[in-house]
């Protein structure tokens, strides 16, 4: 599983969508016409449009750890997630930042057995389109608490040594130079 900083990847899933044509969101079917036409709105809009929360809502930890306690519930949710990434670490698993590819793909090839690794091409590249947007306070809140428990998941898998501890300061500045590269300016 490569992982990058949550608010991040929020930030370029929605420039993602964004950039995705009407014809490619109706190849999508209902997810494409009815949630990822949503990344038309303005960034608050988005985040809480109806529909969207798979993706934007700590989408990292549930997906990975089948996060099933209610979306909006956060008490005790530090031990709940403590547990489930141990018991998602002793799977046979790979981490790794999406900084770091390279790596990423040489250990999962060494893991499988593969005589030679492939050359990594670049998918899912971001294509910033429209204008510049500015995140007032209240949204980077919005998009803070909707990253929380995605930024406890990755705390734990670098507490237990399955991912490369990156410091607060350091996700923190990840996400500015995404967000500016992405087209956004920054309370």
């Known amino acids: 599983m490569q992982v990058r900083e949550p608010r991040a990847r929020v930030l370029s899933l929605y420039r993602f969508w964004q950039s995705q044509p009407e014809h490619v969101r109706s190849d999508w079917g209902p997810w494409g ?52 990434c141990i ?40 294509e910033v389109v429209g204008d510049e947007e500015k995140i007032d306070s209240s949204t980077f809140r919005l998009l803070t608490r909707l990253t929380c428990v995605d930024r406890l998941f990755l705390d734990q898998l670098s507490e237990h040594g399955a991912l490369p501890r990156r410091s607060s300061a350091d996700l923190d500045f990840e996400f500015e130079v995404a967000a500016t590269e992405l087209g956004f300016l920054l309370p």
Do not use: H, K
């Open 33 to 84: 016409t009815e949630v990822v036409s949503r990344a038309d709105l303005p960034l608050r809009e988005f985040l809480t449009a109806p529909g969207v929360w798979p993706a934007v809502d700590n989408a990292m930890a549930y997906q990975a750890l089948d996060y099933r306690t209610s979306r909006w519930q956060v008490f005790g949710r530090d031990t709940t997630i403590a547990r489930r």
């Open 87 to 126: 018991e998602y670490i002793e799977r046979p698993s790979i981490f790794d930042w999406s900084a770091r590819s390279e790596s990423f793909l040489e250990r999962v090839c060494e893991a499988i057995g593969a005589a030679v690794v492939p050359s990594l091409r670049r998918e899912n590249v971001t």
